[in-house]
């Protein structure tokens, strides 16, 4: 069967002739998609289309192919339309020619099933009448040639982090128990519900005078335990004994310890005199009412024990995250395996999954194999994981290679793209995407996979080690961020302690280095495939696009990594 595809920005030709393999005998079908002025109940100007042009016509031929043999047609052809479509135009025409017309309505159905659910052409979003006319010549003749490439688009790393943070909202809070609040973002700020030490307590094994007492000896009146509170006001030559820890009778007392005194029965001598207390005051830790851990700050270990201290056992939390981790390429093995030609070792899996552990989140991971509808197969075997998780990554596969399908798989799953390029080096095939809540149409939500009132997002990264760790640190970490609730990823000022020498590079560099008292260290990589750099790296120097080399002792900025 003869086969042409088209993708194109111009309108579609109002008559288009039959092939000349047709001949004077058979049946020429067509069929014309005309943007319609209306879309989800509202009025729109025109829809707006974007594809991954190799892919699409590379799956638009497999498809055509593959309903050929079952009928058998003399030619197709298919032309689609991309970028801004007014109404009334048409955005898709399919011409079918075949000896008899039942085969080519038959191959013309079949396609037409196949095209929306396989191809990577989406409709990115409808214009509203007021809006849609200043946009109406980026499709027509004598339109920029960049105005057609709205699927390329590049955003800068500005551009990338104030999408991620308008598109993002952070998850409804929850109180857990301490034991379970480790690593979760406060979502409140937790207040001293009482003075921190709550009396004035001993920090020495000792006997508890007047601070102004000078007596040469004094009468022990009493013996004081951690547990022990017994309040009585002390006068002049009396002592009472106390343990480190316990609270003090009265104010106003010192502790002397009890290596600079003689004791006699119930009496005692003091044999050296101290300037110090040796005693926490009321309230010297903090004031009844002052903040103890203000929201957004991450619990570790000493703010529990500091809630902890302040009776706040059910602090309002973060949810724990889900997140859904898939590495895709045939080319991968496990790391327990030999790798043949042409195989390399899965480190993307460890490595998200030793990232992630910084984050309050539940992981699950698994592999895709490299084939769109075996993917899409298996993912469905996995419904329950997906739909409930929170975060989906997707590695490898972002580019725009004949079986790089990650993007239209997040299509599949209800997820709409917010971008697709960022102008960084290395990571400049980055997917982010967002699903659910009011950003997608329900009728776009695949099955059980999204519920309608869930906002998740999603990520399609680069598949080399490097730019994974580039771009987690980068959006993937904002994104985590927002989510829970916690300060946004923010880029510090620095020195370099050696000299970075790069050439000058359109793009924005994240480059590895190392950060040490004497400043940041540049760490030599060879492609963002290299993952030796990695093992000493805890920072990433931000390089503006043609900067080049920098010489040590420059200022720049850098993301900590640690």
């Known amino acids: 069967m003869e086969i042409e595809i088209q993708l194109t920005p111009d309108p579609i030709a109002e008559t288009i002739s039959p092939p000349p393999s047709l001949g004077a005998h058979g049946a020429w079908l067509e069929f014309r ?64 020619a075949s000896p008899h017309r039942g085969e080519a309505i038959a191959l013309l159905a079949g396609f037409m099933d196949r095209l929306k659910q396989d191809v990577p052409i989406w ?16 499709s027509g003749p004598g339109a920029s040639a960049d105005s057609h490439r709205r699927p390329q688009n590049i955003l800068s790393v500005n551009e990338a982090l104030a999408e991620i943070q308008s598109c993002c909202r952070p998850l409804p809070a929850i109180r857990a128990p301490l034991a379970e609040a ?83 029965g119930d009496r005692i001598r003091i044999t050296k005199h101290e300037s110090a207390l040796n005693l926490r005051q009321r309230g010297e830790d903090v004031k009844a009412g002052q903040p103890l851990v203000p929201a957004g700050a991450h619990l570790n270990a000493g703010r529990l024990a500091l809630l902890a201290s302040a009776g706040c056992t059910q602090p309002l939390v973060s949810p724990r995250l889900r997140v859904v981790h898939f590495t895709t390429g045939d080319e991968i093995v496990s790391p327990e395996h030999t790798p ?53 990554l997707v590695s490898g596969g972002a580019s725009v290679g004949d079986r790089d399908f990650t993007r239209p798989l997040l299509e599949w799953l209800g997820f ?16 982010f995407g967002i699903a659910g809540g009011a950003s997608v149409p329900a009728s776009r939500l695949v099955g059980s996979l999204a519920p309608p009132d869930k906002v998740r997002v999603a990520f399609g990264l680069p598949g080399n080690p490097l730019s994974h760790f580039v771009c987690f640190h980068l959006f993937v970490a904002a994104t985590l961020a927002k989510l829970t609730g916690a300060e946004p990823v923010k880029f510090r000022r620095g020195r370099l302690g050696a000299k970075l020498d790069d050439a000058p590079c359109p793009r924005e560099t994240l480059w590895p280095a190392r950060r040490e008292p004497t400043g940041l ?30 010489e040590a002792g420059g200022e720049v900025e850098f993301l900590s990594t640690d």
């Open 416 to 431: 709409e793209i917010v971008f697709s390029q960022v102008n960084v080096r290395p990571g400049r095939p980055l997917i």
């Open 123 to 138: 409709k990115r979003r409808a214009l509203p009448p007021v809006a849609a006319n200043a946009n109406l010549r980026t």
């Open 33 to 96: 998609g005309v943007v319609r002025g209306e879309e989800n109940g509202g009025n729109i100007s025109a829809l707006e289309y974007e594809a991954y042009p190799e892919m699409a016509t590379g799956e638009i031929r497999r498809i055509l192919e593959s309903l050929g043999t079952k009928f058998p047609c003399l030619a197709a052809k298919v032309i689609h339309r991309v970028g801004v479509i007014p109404v009334g135009d048409t955005a898709i025409y399919v011409g079918v």
């Open 340 to 392: 043949r030609p042409g195989q390399v070792r899965d480190s993307n899996s460890i490595l998200i999954h030793s990232l992630l552990r910084r984050f309050a989140c539940e992981t699950e991971q698994a592999h895709l194999p490299e084939d769109f509808d075996l993917a899409k197969e298996q993912i469905g075997n996995q419904q329950s994981a997906i739909g409930n998780s929170d975060v989906l």
């Open 521 to 550: 260290h540049p760490l030599a990589w060879a492609s963002s495939g290299d993952v030796t750099c990695l093992t000493e790296a805890n920072a990433l120097i931000r390089i503006p696009a043609d900067r080049g080399s920098i």
């Open 182 to 264: 480790f690593g979760r973002v406060l979502r409140e700020t937790v207040c001293a519900p009482s003075d921190l030490p709550d009396r004035d307590r001993s920090t020495r094994d000792g006997y508890a005078i007047r601070q102004n007492d000078a007596s040469e000896s004094f009468r022990v009146v009493d013996t004081l335990h951690a547990a022990d509170w017994k309040p009585c006001q002390l006068k002049s030559g009396e002592t009472v004994r106390v343990a480190t820890g316990a609270a003090l009778p009265c104010e106003n007392l010192r502790v002397v310890i009890q290596e600079h005194v003689e004791r006699d």
